[in-house]
């Protein structure tokens, strides 16, 4: 674990921090980022299982120049910690030719006390409709997480995002949505 704080604690230090984003970071990017890169990581797999099969969970990579580093990462630690732990991934580019970069992620594990596990899907799409939080609306973050994903690449749509957004406009559609 000491190893792991002080790999969290140095990174960045060298020019080299990289975030990959797989939520709302694709379309609410973090400040200071002088270079984002569409891209994948392996071995997760993005579910709506947190509080608020191994696939490829897309998204993007933002490279925060040194000089501010320690900002981002207080903004990050202050927008994305609630119930996500610090990880280390390769993060593939969209572009085949490019090598991974090792990145930084905030990642929902199921040994966090927010881990809820696997959700019937309706009532998840239920509970999306009804919810807001700080950052706004549950389902406006669902939307835009569609969007954001599609707009990447040609590969990068995600089945269990676009079937919650089905979902849910379904019970907009026969107007079970609940309170907006």
């Given at each position: 674990m000491a190893d792991h704080q002080k790999e969290i604690e140095e990174f960045g230090n060298n020019n080299d921090?990289?975030?990959?984003?797989?939520?709302?970071?694709?379309?609410?990017?973090p400040p200071h980022f002088d270079q984002r890169v569409p891209?994948?990581?392996?071995?997760?797999?993005?579910?709506?299982?947190?509080?608020?099969?191994?696939?490829?969970?897309?998204?993007a990579a933002?490279?925060?120049?040194a000089a501010h580093v320690a900002e981002?990462?207080?903004?990050?630690?202050?927008?994305e910690i609630n119930g996500y732990s610090i990880q280390f991934t390769p993060f593939h580019p969209?572009?085949?030719?490019?090598?991974?970069?090792?990145c930084l992620v905030y990642i929902g594990l199921p040994s966090n006390p927010q881990f809820l596990?696997?959700?019937?899907?309706?009532?998840?799409?239920?509970?999306i409709l009804q919810s807001k939080g700080p950052s706004g609306e549950n389902r406006?973050?669902?939307?835009?997480?569609?969007e954001a994903l599609l707009g990447l690449s040609e590969e990068s749509g995600d089945g269990h995002v676009s079937d919650l957004v089905a979902r849910c406009r379904e019970i907009e559609r026969e107007g079970l949505g609940g309170e907006r």
């Open positions: 921090f990289w975030l990959f984003g797989y939520g709302s970071l694709i379309w609410k990017p891209g994948y990581i392996e071995g997760y797999v993005r579910r709506f299982w947190q509080h608020s099969p191994t696939e490829r969970v897309w998204g933002y490279h925060i120049p981002v990462r207080e903004y990050l630690d202050i927008r969209a572009t085949d030719s490019a090598p991974p970069i090792k596990g696997p959700q019937d899907p309706d009532a998840l799409a239920k509970k406006e973050y669902l939307f835009n997480l569609e």
